[in-house]
Every structure is written in C-alpha cells, then in structure tokens.
C-alpha cells in the first residue's frame, strides 16, 4: 500500500471549518483514499473514502487532487466533539490480503470553543 | 447499524493463561481483523480473515492465533499470555469497499 502523511496535529476553532490534509504521492491507480477517526478510549470510526471524484457524506467531504497524490478531508462546521485523531489510508478494493488497512499516526485535531 | 461486538471490556490475566478475546458482527461482514494499540505504536494488524476458515498474518502475528469458524464471528487467541501482551485489542468487520466497523476495544492486563 502506498505511504501517507500527515501533519501530526492541527487545531481549529468551533463552528469552523476543518481542512484536513494527506500527501500519498505513490497512490497507485487501483488504491482507494480512505479516512478514519478516533475519539479518545474508542474504537476508529469509518468517515468517508474515495477513488478520484469528490466524495460527500453526511459527516464530510474528501476532496482528491486531480493527481491523486493528496486529499483534503473537510469537516464543514467542527463541533467540540470532531476533536480525535483522524488516519488517511489508502488501499486497494480487491484480493485478499489486500483488504488490510495499515493505520498511521494520523492527525491531531483540536476543536477549540 | 452494523454491530462490532467484543466479548469484554476490561480483562486482567495471569501469564501464562491461554486467552481467548472475541469478536461477533451481526451484519454478514466477509472481512474481520484483529488489531492491538499502544501509546506511541498506534494501531497494529495482528491477523485478519477475508473468509470462513481463511486468516492471514498481519503485522504483528507472534504469540497470537485465531479462529473463523463462522462467518459472524472471529476469536483472538493468546496461546500463552505475558505482560508484553498488555494492550488494548480492536476487532473490525467489513463489508468490502464500505469501510471497517471497530468494536468498542476490550483492553486487556496481563500480570
């Protein structure tokens, strides 16, 4: 799988809005861009995952480059609990021992009142 | 919603205790995975199953096996506990393409 990375925190005022952002510059064309979160003492949380077009969803939208090689993960209006380490994750769709996700440090985000 | 659901929350062992962590989804998930997390080493895959009977090493897969016996449900076994087993472990399902479901974590002491 190709390599993320992530800035290792960011922080972002309540009611703003969240730019999240991921490099995977070695994407190759079969490899999905996927985004999870963690709130503190719980398990990930599925957000949101796209291939090249824009994705929304009801908690946000991934915005992929035309290259491919970055995304930006919006959180439109962050609330206090948006706060938690959100992972970028690329992978492919098929193949068995494809179908693993291999999570990195991923971002810090803090939502300040 | 789909359910992730680990057997425990909280589990204190002695070393050398053969233990048994498991995982149940109720939404006919062909992928499940076992995960352990630790400060400062994130989340590391200890094995995984894309089928029945079907498992794979992950990253970390020493001191561990587990089980797929059925489709709904995937077991972690610590064939012999020891203190450096001491973690929080995180079972996931998956229906492909639509994302992991984590379970709530069963975090486990061994002493």
């Known amino acids: 799988d190709a390599k993320t990375t992530q800035p290792p925190s960011m922080d972002c005022a309540e009611g703003r809005a969240a730019n999240l952002p991921c490099n995977h510059s070695t994407i190759s064309g079969n490899e999905y861009v996927y985004w999870y979160r963690q709130i503190h003492s719980q398990g990930p949380q599925y957000i949101i995952h796209g291939l090249k077009n824009n994705e929304t969803n009801e908690m946000a939208s991934l915005i992929i480059t035309e290259d491919r090689k970055s995304s930006t993960l919006i959180l439109p209006h962050a609330t206090l609990r948006d706060t938690a380490v959100y992972y970028c994750?690329?992978?492919?769709?098929?193949?068995?021992?494809?179908?693993?996700?291999?999570f990195g440090k991923g971002t810090l985000l803090t939502v300040n009142p | 919603d789909v359910k992730v659901t680990q057997s425990s929350r909280y589990l204190v062992k002695r070393t050398g205790e053969k233990v048994f962590l498991e995982c149940v989804q109720d939404?006919?998930?062909?992928?499940m995975f076992w995960y352990r997390q630790d400060p400062g080493l994130g989340l590391r895959l200890i094995y995984f199953s894309y089928d029945v009977k079907m498992k794979e090493k992950g990253d970390i897969p020493e001191g561990y096996s587990v089980s797929r016996e059925k489709k709904e449900r995937f077991s972690l076994i610590l064939e012999s506990a020891s203190t450096n087993q001491t973690s929080m472990y995180l079972c996931a399902s998956e229906r492909i393409t639509q994302g992991y479901t984590f379970g709530s974590g069963t975090r486990l002491t061994v002493v």
């Open positions: 994750i690329v992978r492919v769709n098929s193949g068995g021992s494809n179908y693993k996700l291999t």
């Open positions: 939404m006919d998930h062909e992928n």
